[in-house]
């Protein structure tokens, strides 16, 4: 705290009182306020310097030009993330609007499911494809399609799927993928699966989608092909609901 003396009017005598102390905040908050200092006053950055942790000192012009350059590194990987994103998202269209259309084109039942599990098999390559229905679809007679088990529907995997606040998705745990996929003694484990609901107006069924790779399902990946996926297929099933 340093003083500050001026004289009083009334006696004449002069009276200390004491003034705030500058401290580096104030320093700081001036500088913050008044970004154009060292513009006015450049002889000051002569003298100035910013001690690295090493003890070594840079001036403050190069210390700046040190963060701007880290920022702008940051904004460059921000922006690689963000078209990489943007790439992936256009082939997810892209993918989606050639298998609508497709399905869309198919005119029967049977003819449309197998048409979906076809372009299954295209988009998920090496991936086993299994299709479970309920009963209020008519009967099929077609590979990897089939009726949903008796204790299927009371299962806690079905009541995931088809609750009104779930996307649809569920990953599977390995209980879950030895019961839906079994294993024939000359094929290779499902070490990694997913459900997808298909539900429109109800439940209509079950997608269910398995890969040898322990990685291919993860929780961890994101579902909105799947979900979109779901949607698709759930619209063409619609169709053929028996009343």
Do not use: W
């Not at 700081?28 to 006053?41: E, P, V």
């Not at 997810?92 to 197998?114: D, E, N, P, Q, Y």
């Amino acid at each position: 705290m340093t003083t500050q003396t001026k004289p009083d009017t009334a006696t004449g005598d002069s009276i200390t009182t004491p003034t705030p102390e500058l401290t580096d905040e104030h320093v700081a908050q001036y500088l913050r306020a008044h970004s154009d200092f060292f513009t006015q006053h450049p002889e000051l950055l002569e003298d100035l310097s910013v001690p690295h942790a090493t003890g070594e000192a840079i001036s403050l012009i190069e210390r700046q030009v040190g963060i701007l350059r880290n920022k702008n590194q940051q904004l460059e990987r921000e922006l690689h993330q963000l078209i990489a994103v943007a790439k992936e998202n256009q082939q997810v269209s892209s993918k989606l609007h050639t298998f609508m259309l497709s399905v869309v084109a198919a005119r029967g039942f049977g003819v449309s499911l197998s048409s979906i599990r076809d372009l299954l098999h295209a988009d998920f390559p090496d991936t086993k494809v299994s299709i479970r229905l309920f009963g209020i679809l008519p009967d099929i007679t077609l590979k990897d399609c089939k009726r949903i088990a008796a204790t299927l529907p009371k299962s806690k995997l079905t009541q995931a799927l088809f609750s009104s606040h779930a996307r649809g998705v569920v990953f599977l745990t390995k209980r879950q993928i030895s019961n839906v996929f079994k294993r024939a003694p000359d094929n290779k484990p499902i070490h990694s699966a997913v459900a997808v609901a298909l539900r429109k107006r109800q439940p209509l069924g079950i997608l269910f989608l398995g890969s040898t790779d322990a990685q291919r399902f993860q929780s961890n990946m994101g579902t909105f092909f799947l979900g979109n996926l779901g949607e698709i297929i759930s619209a063409k099933l619609q169709q053929f609901v028996t009343n």
